[in-house]
């Protein structure tokens, strides 16, 4: 019922940009935030980065930190994931989720639910 949908994904060479969004559809929920997890061919899925709606904090994984940057979107429960300076190391599918508690690590998976079923990212070399 409640499902998210990534957009944005894309083929892109090395030193790139894309922007990632994630809109909700079928019905309205409270949520403490946006997370954005990525995950390899035959790799665990990681984590990405996040915003907390209090104050529009956000925390990134230092694979990406410096890079990459969240930011609210237009509607409520939505957020936009700006990847700038790509690297081949970045190609994976990348998920969105809600994050349903305020506290626990917000870098864990089991802090959201709601996921997406996420958009492709490919980095040419």
């Known amino acids: 019922q409640v499902q998210p949908v990534e957009s944005g994904g894309g083929l892109v060479q090395r030193g790139g940009s894309l922007r990632l969004s994630c809109t909700y559809s079928g019905g309205t929920f409270s949520s403490y935030g946006m997370g954005w997890f990525r995950q390899a061919p035959g790799k665990e899925r990681e984590y990405v980065g996040d915003i907390a709606w209090s104050g529009s904090s956000t925390n990134f994984a230092d694979a990406v930190k410096g890079r990459f940057t969240i930011s609210r979107g237009d509607a409520a429960n939505t957020a936009e994931l700006q990847m700038n300076r790509l690297k081949p190391e970045d190609t994976a599918i990348y998920y969105c989720?809600?994050?349903?508690?305020?506290?626990?690590?917000?870098?864990?998976?089991?802090?959201?639910?709601?996921w997406g079923r996420g958009t492709q990212v490919t980095v040419s070399s």
């Open positions: 989720a809600a994050k349903w508690s305020p506290w626990g690590p917000r870098t864990s998976p089991n802090q959201y639910h709601y």
